[in-house]
């Protein structure tokens, strides 16, 4: 059974950064598309960042662009997303998500295509 555990969540500044952490066990990763999402209280999950186990970073959500970077360590099985420039509107709960390696990229912003998800990891940024 795969498992994605997020950790990394935290309570900062404006301005401030973050490295989130998704740690993926149970099956092997070949080229599985690796995401991270995120969800505001009263509001829909949206797509932050997709990266593919290979390395290939598929896209970032246009808000994100510039400040987020996806990246992974296979030796870790493990995805991150370092987040930098923190804004009050990126306040959420981060979840980790994985789709199947046949995910096309038209898609890979929508999250009824991922299969698995973490519990989730709260960001709170202060202004």
């Known amino acids: 059974q795969v498992q994605l555990v997020e950790s990394g969540g935290a309570l900062v500044q404006a301005g401030g950064s973050l490295r989130l952490s998704c740690a993926a066990s149970?099956?092997?990763?070949?080229?599985?598309?690796m995401g991270w999402f995120r969800q505001a209280a009263g509001k829909e999950r949206n797509f932050v960042a997709a990266?593919?186990?290979?390395?290939?970073?598929?896209d970032y959500g246009d808000s994100v662009k510039g400040r987020f970077t996806i990246s992974r360590d296979n030796a870790k099985n493990t995805v991150y997303l370092q987040m930098n420039s923190l804004k009050p509107e990126d306040t959420a709960v981060y979840y980790c998500?994985?789709?199947?390696?046949?995910?096309?990229?038209?898609?890979?912003?929508?999250?009824?295509?991922?299969?698995?998800w973490g519990q989730g990891t709260q960001v709170t940024v202060s202004s």
């Open positions: 149970g099956r092997t990763f070949n080229n599985h598309v």
């Open positions: 998500t994985v789709a199947p390696p046949t995910t096309g990229w038209g898609k890979i912003r929508d999250p009824d295509e991922y299969d698995y």
């Open positions: 990266i593919r186990w290979s390395g290939v970073v598929i």
